[in-house]
Structure formats: structure tokens, C-alpha cells
């Protein structure tokens, strides 16, 4: 290889590092997951979705329900427990998410959430807004 084609490729590979600003890598799975949010009125609302990829940081899934940048949804989700950051990993995975990124693709709402990492994930937070 050239030196000239080596410093092309290393200038592209430092470039896609720098605009490639995720945590953790994402992994293309296909899982079922519950979601539970609450509307602008305070109406809670349950949705089944399926993940299209999953980190440990958080998952991309395909809503039905139209949410906001910023809006924290409830998940349960059978997340491999490699992907689980919590002191006692489980079967099923029950965290807080918010949304970070929506995007349509072909119709349909991809959205983007991030994992909270509570001490003890719960719905209480839906609770309180009907409250």
C-alpha cells in the first residue's frame, strides 16, 4: 500500500471515529419489549413493540404511538443479560428510557431510547403523573 492510500485511510478511519459518538456498540436483535408512556394530558397509554438493535445503553424500536424528543417510557424487555448494567441482572429487563432520537423510515417511527439507570426502575413515575 502506498503511503499516500495509508494516510487516505487513516484520515478516514479518524473521521468515522469522530462522528461515531456511541457508548456502547450497537447489535442488530430483534426482541419483543412492552412500552408504557403517558400523553400531554397525562393519559397512559401501553404499546408491544419489537427492538431493531439493542446496546447496553439503550434500544431502537419501531412505535406506533407518536412520542417527543425528551418523553421517559417504561420498558420491559427480555434484554440478553450482557447488555444488563444493573447489580442483579434478570429475565426480563424493566428500566426507564428516554426517547433521544426519532426518525421515519418507510412510514413507520423509529425511535431511539437510552436506558436511566434508577436504583429501582418502576412505573411509579406514570403513577404520579395521573396523580
Not at 1 to 26: C, F, G, I, V, Y
Not at 112 to 127: C, G, H, I, N, V
Request: charged residues 25%.
Amino acid at each position: 500500500m502506498s503511503e499516500r492510500n495509508l494516510r487516505q485511510a487513516a484520515h478516514t478511519l479518524s473521521k468515522n471515529l469522530r462522528t461515531d459518538k456511541r457508548r456502547e456498540l450497537r447489535h442488530t436483535i430483534t426482541l419483543p419489549a412492552k412500552v408504557v408512556g403517558s400523553d400531554c394530558y397525562g393519559g397512559r397509554w401501553s404499546e408491544f413493540a419489537e427492538t431493531l438493535n439493542v446496546s447496553s445503553g439503550g434500544v431502537a424500536l419501531r412505535l406506533s404511538k407518536k412520542v417527543m424528543m425528551g418523553d421517559v417510557l417504561y420498558l420491559e424487555i427480555p434484554l440478553p443479560t450482557r447488555f444488563q448494567k444493573d447489580i442483579e441482572p434478570s429475565a426480563t429487563y424493566n428500566t426507564n428510557a428516554c426517547v433521544r432520537y426519532i426518525e421515519m423510515r418507510e412510514n413507520q417511527q423509529i425511535v431511539r431510547l437510552q436506558f436511566l439507570r434508577d436504583p429501582a426502575p418502576s412505573e411509579t413515575l406514570f403513577e404520579q403523573r395521573r396523580g
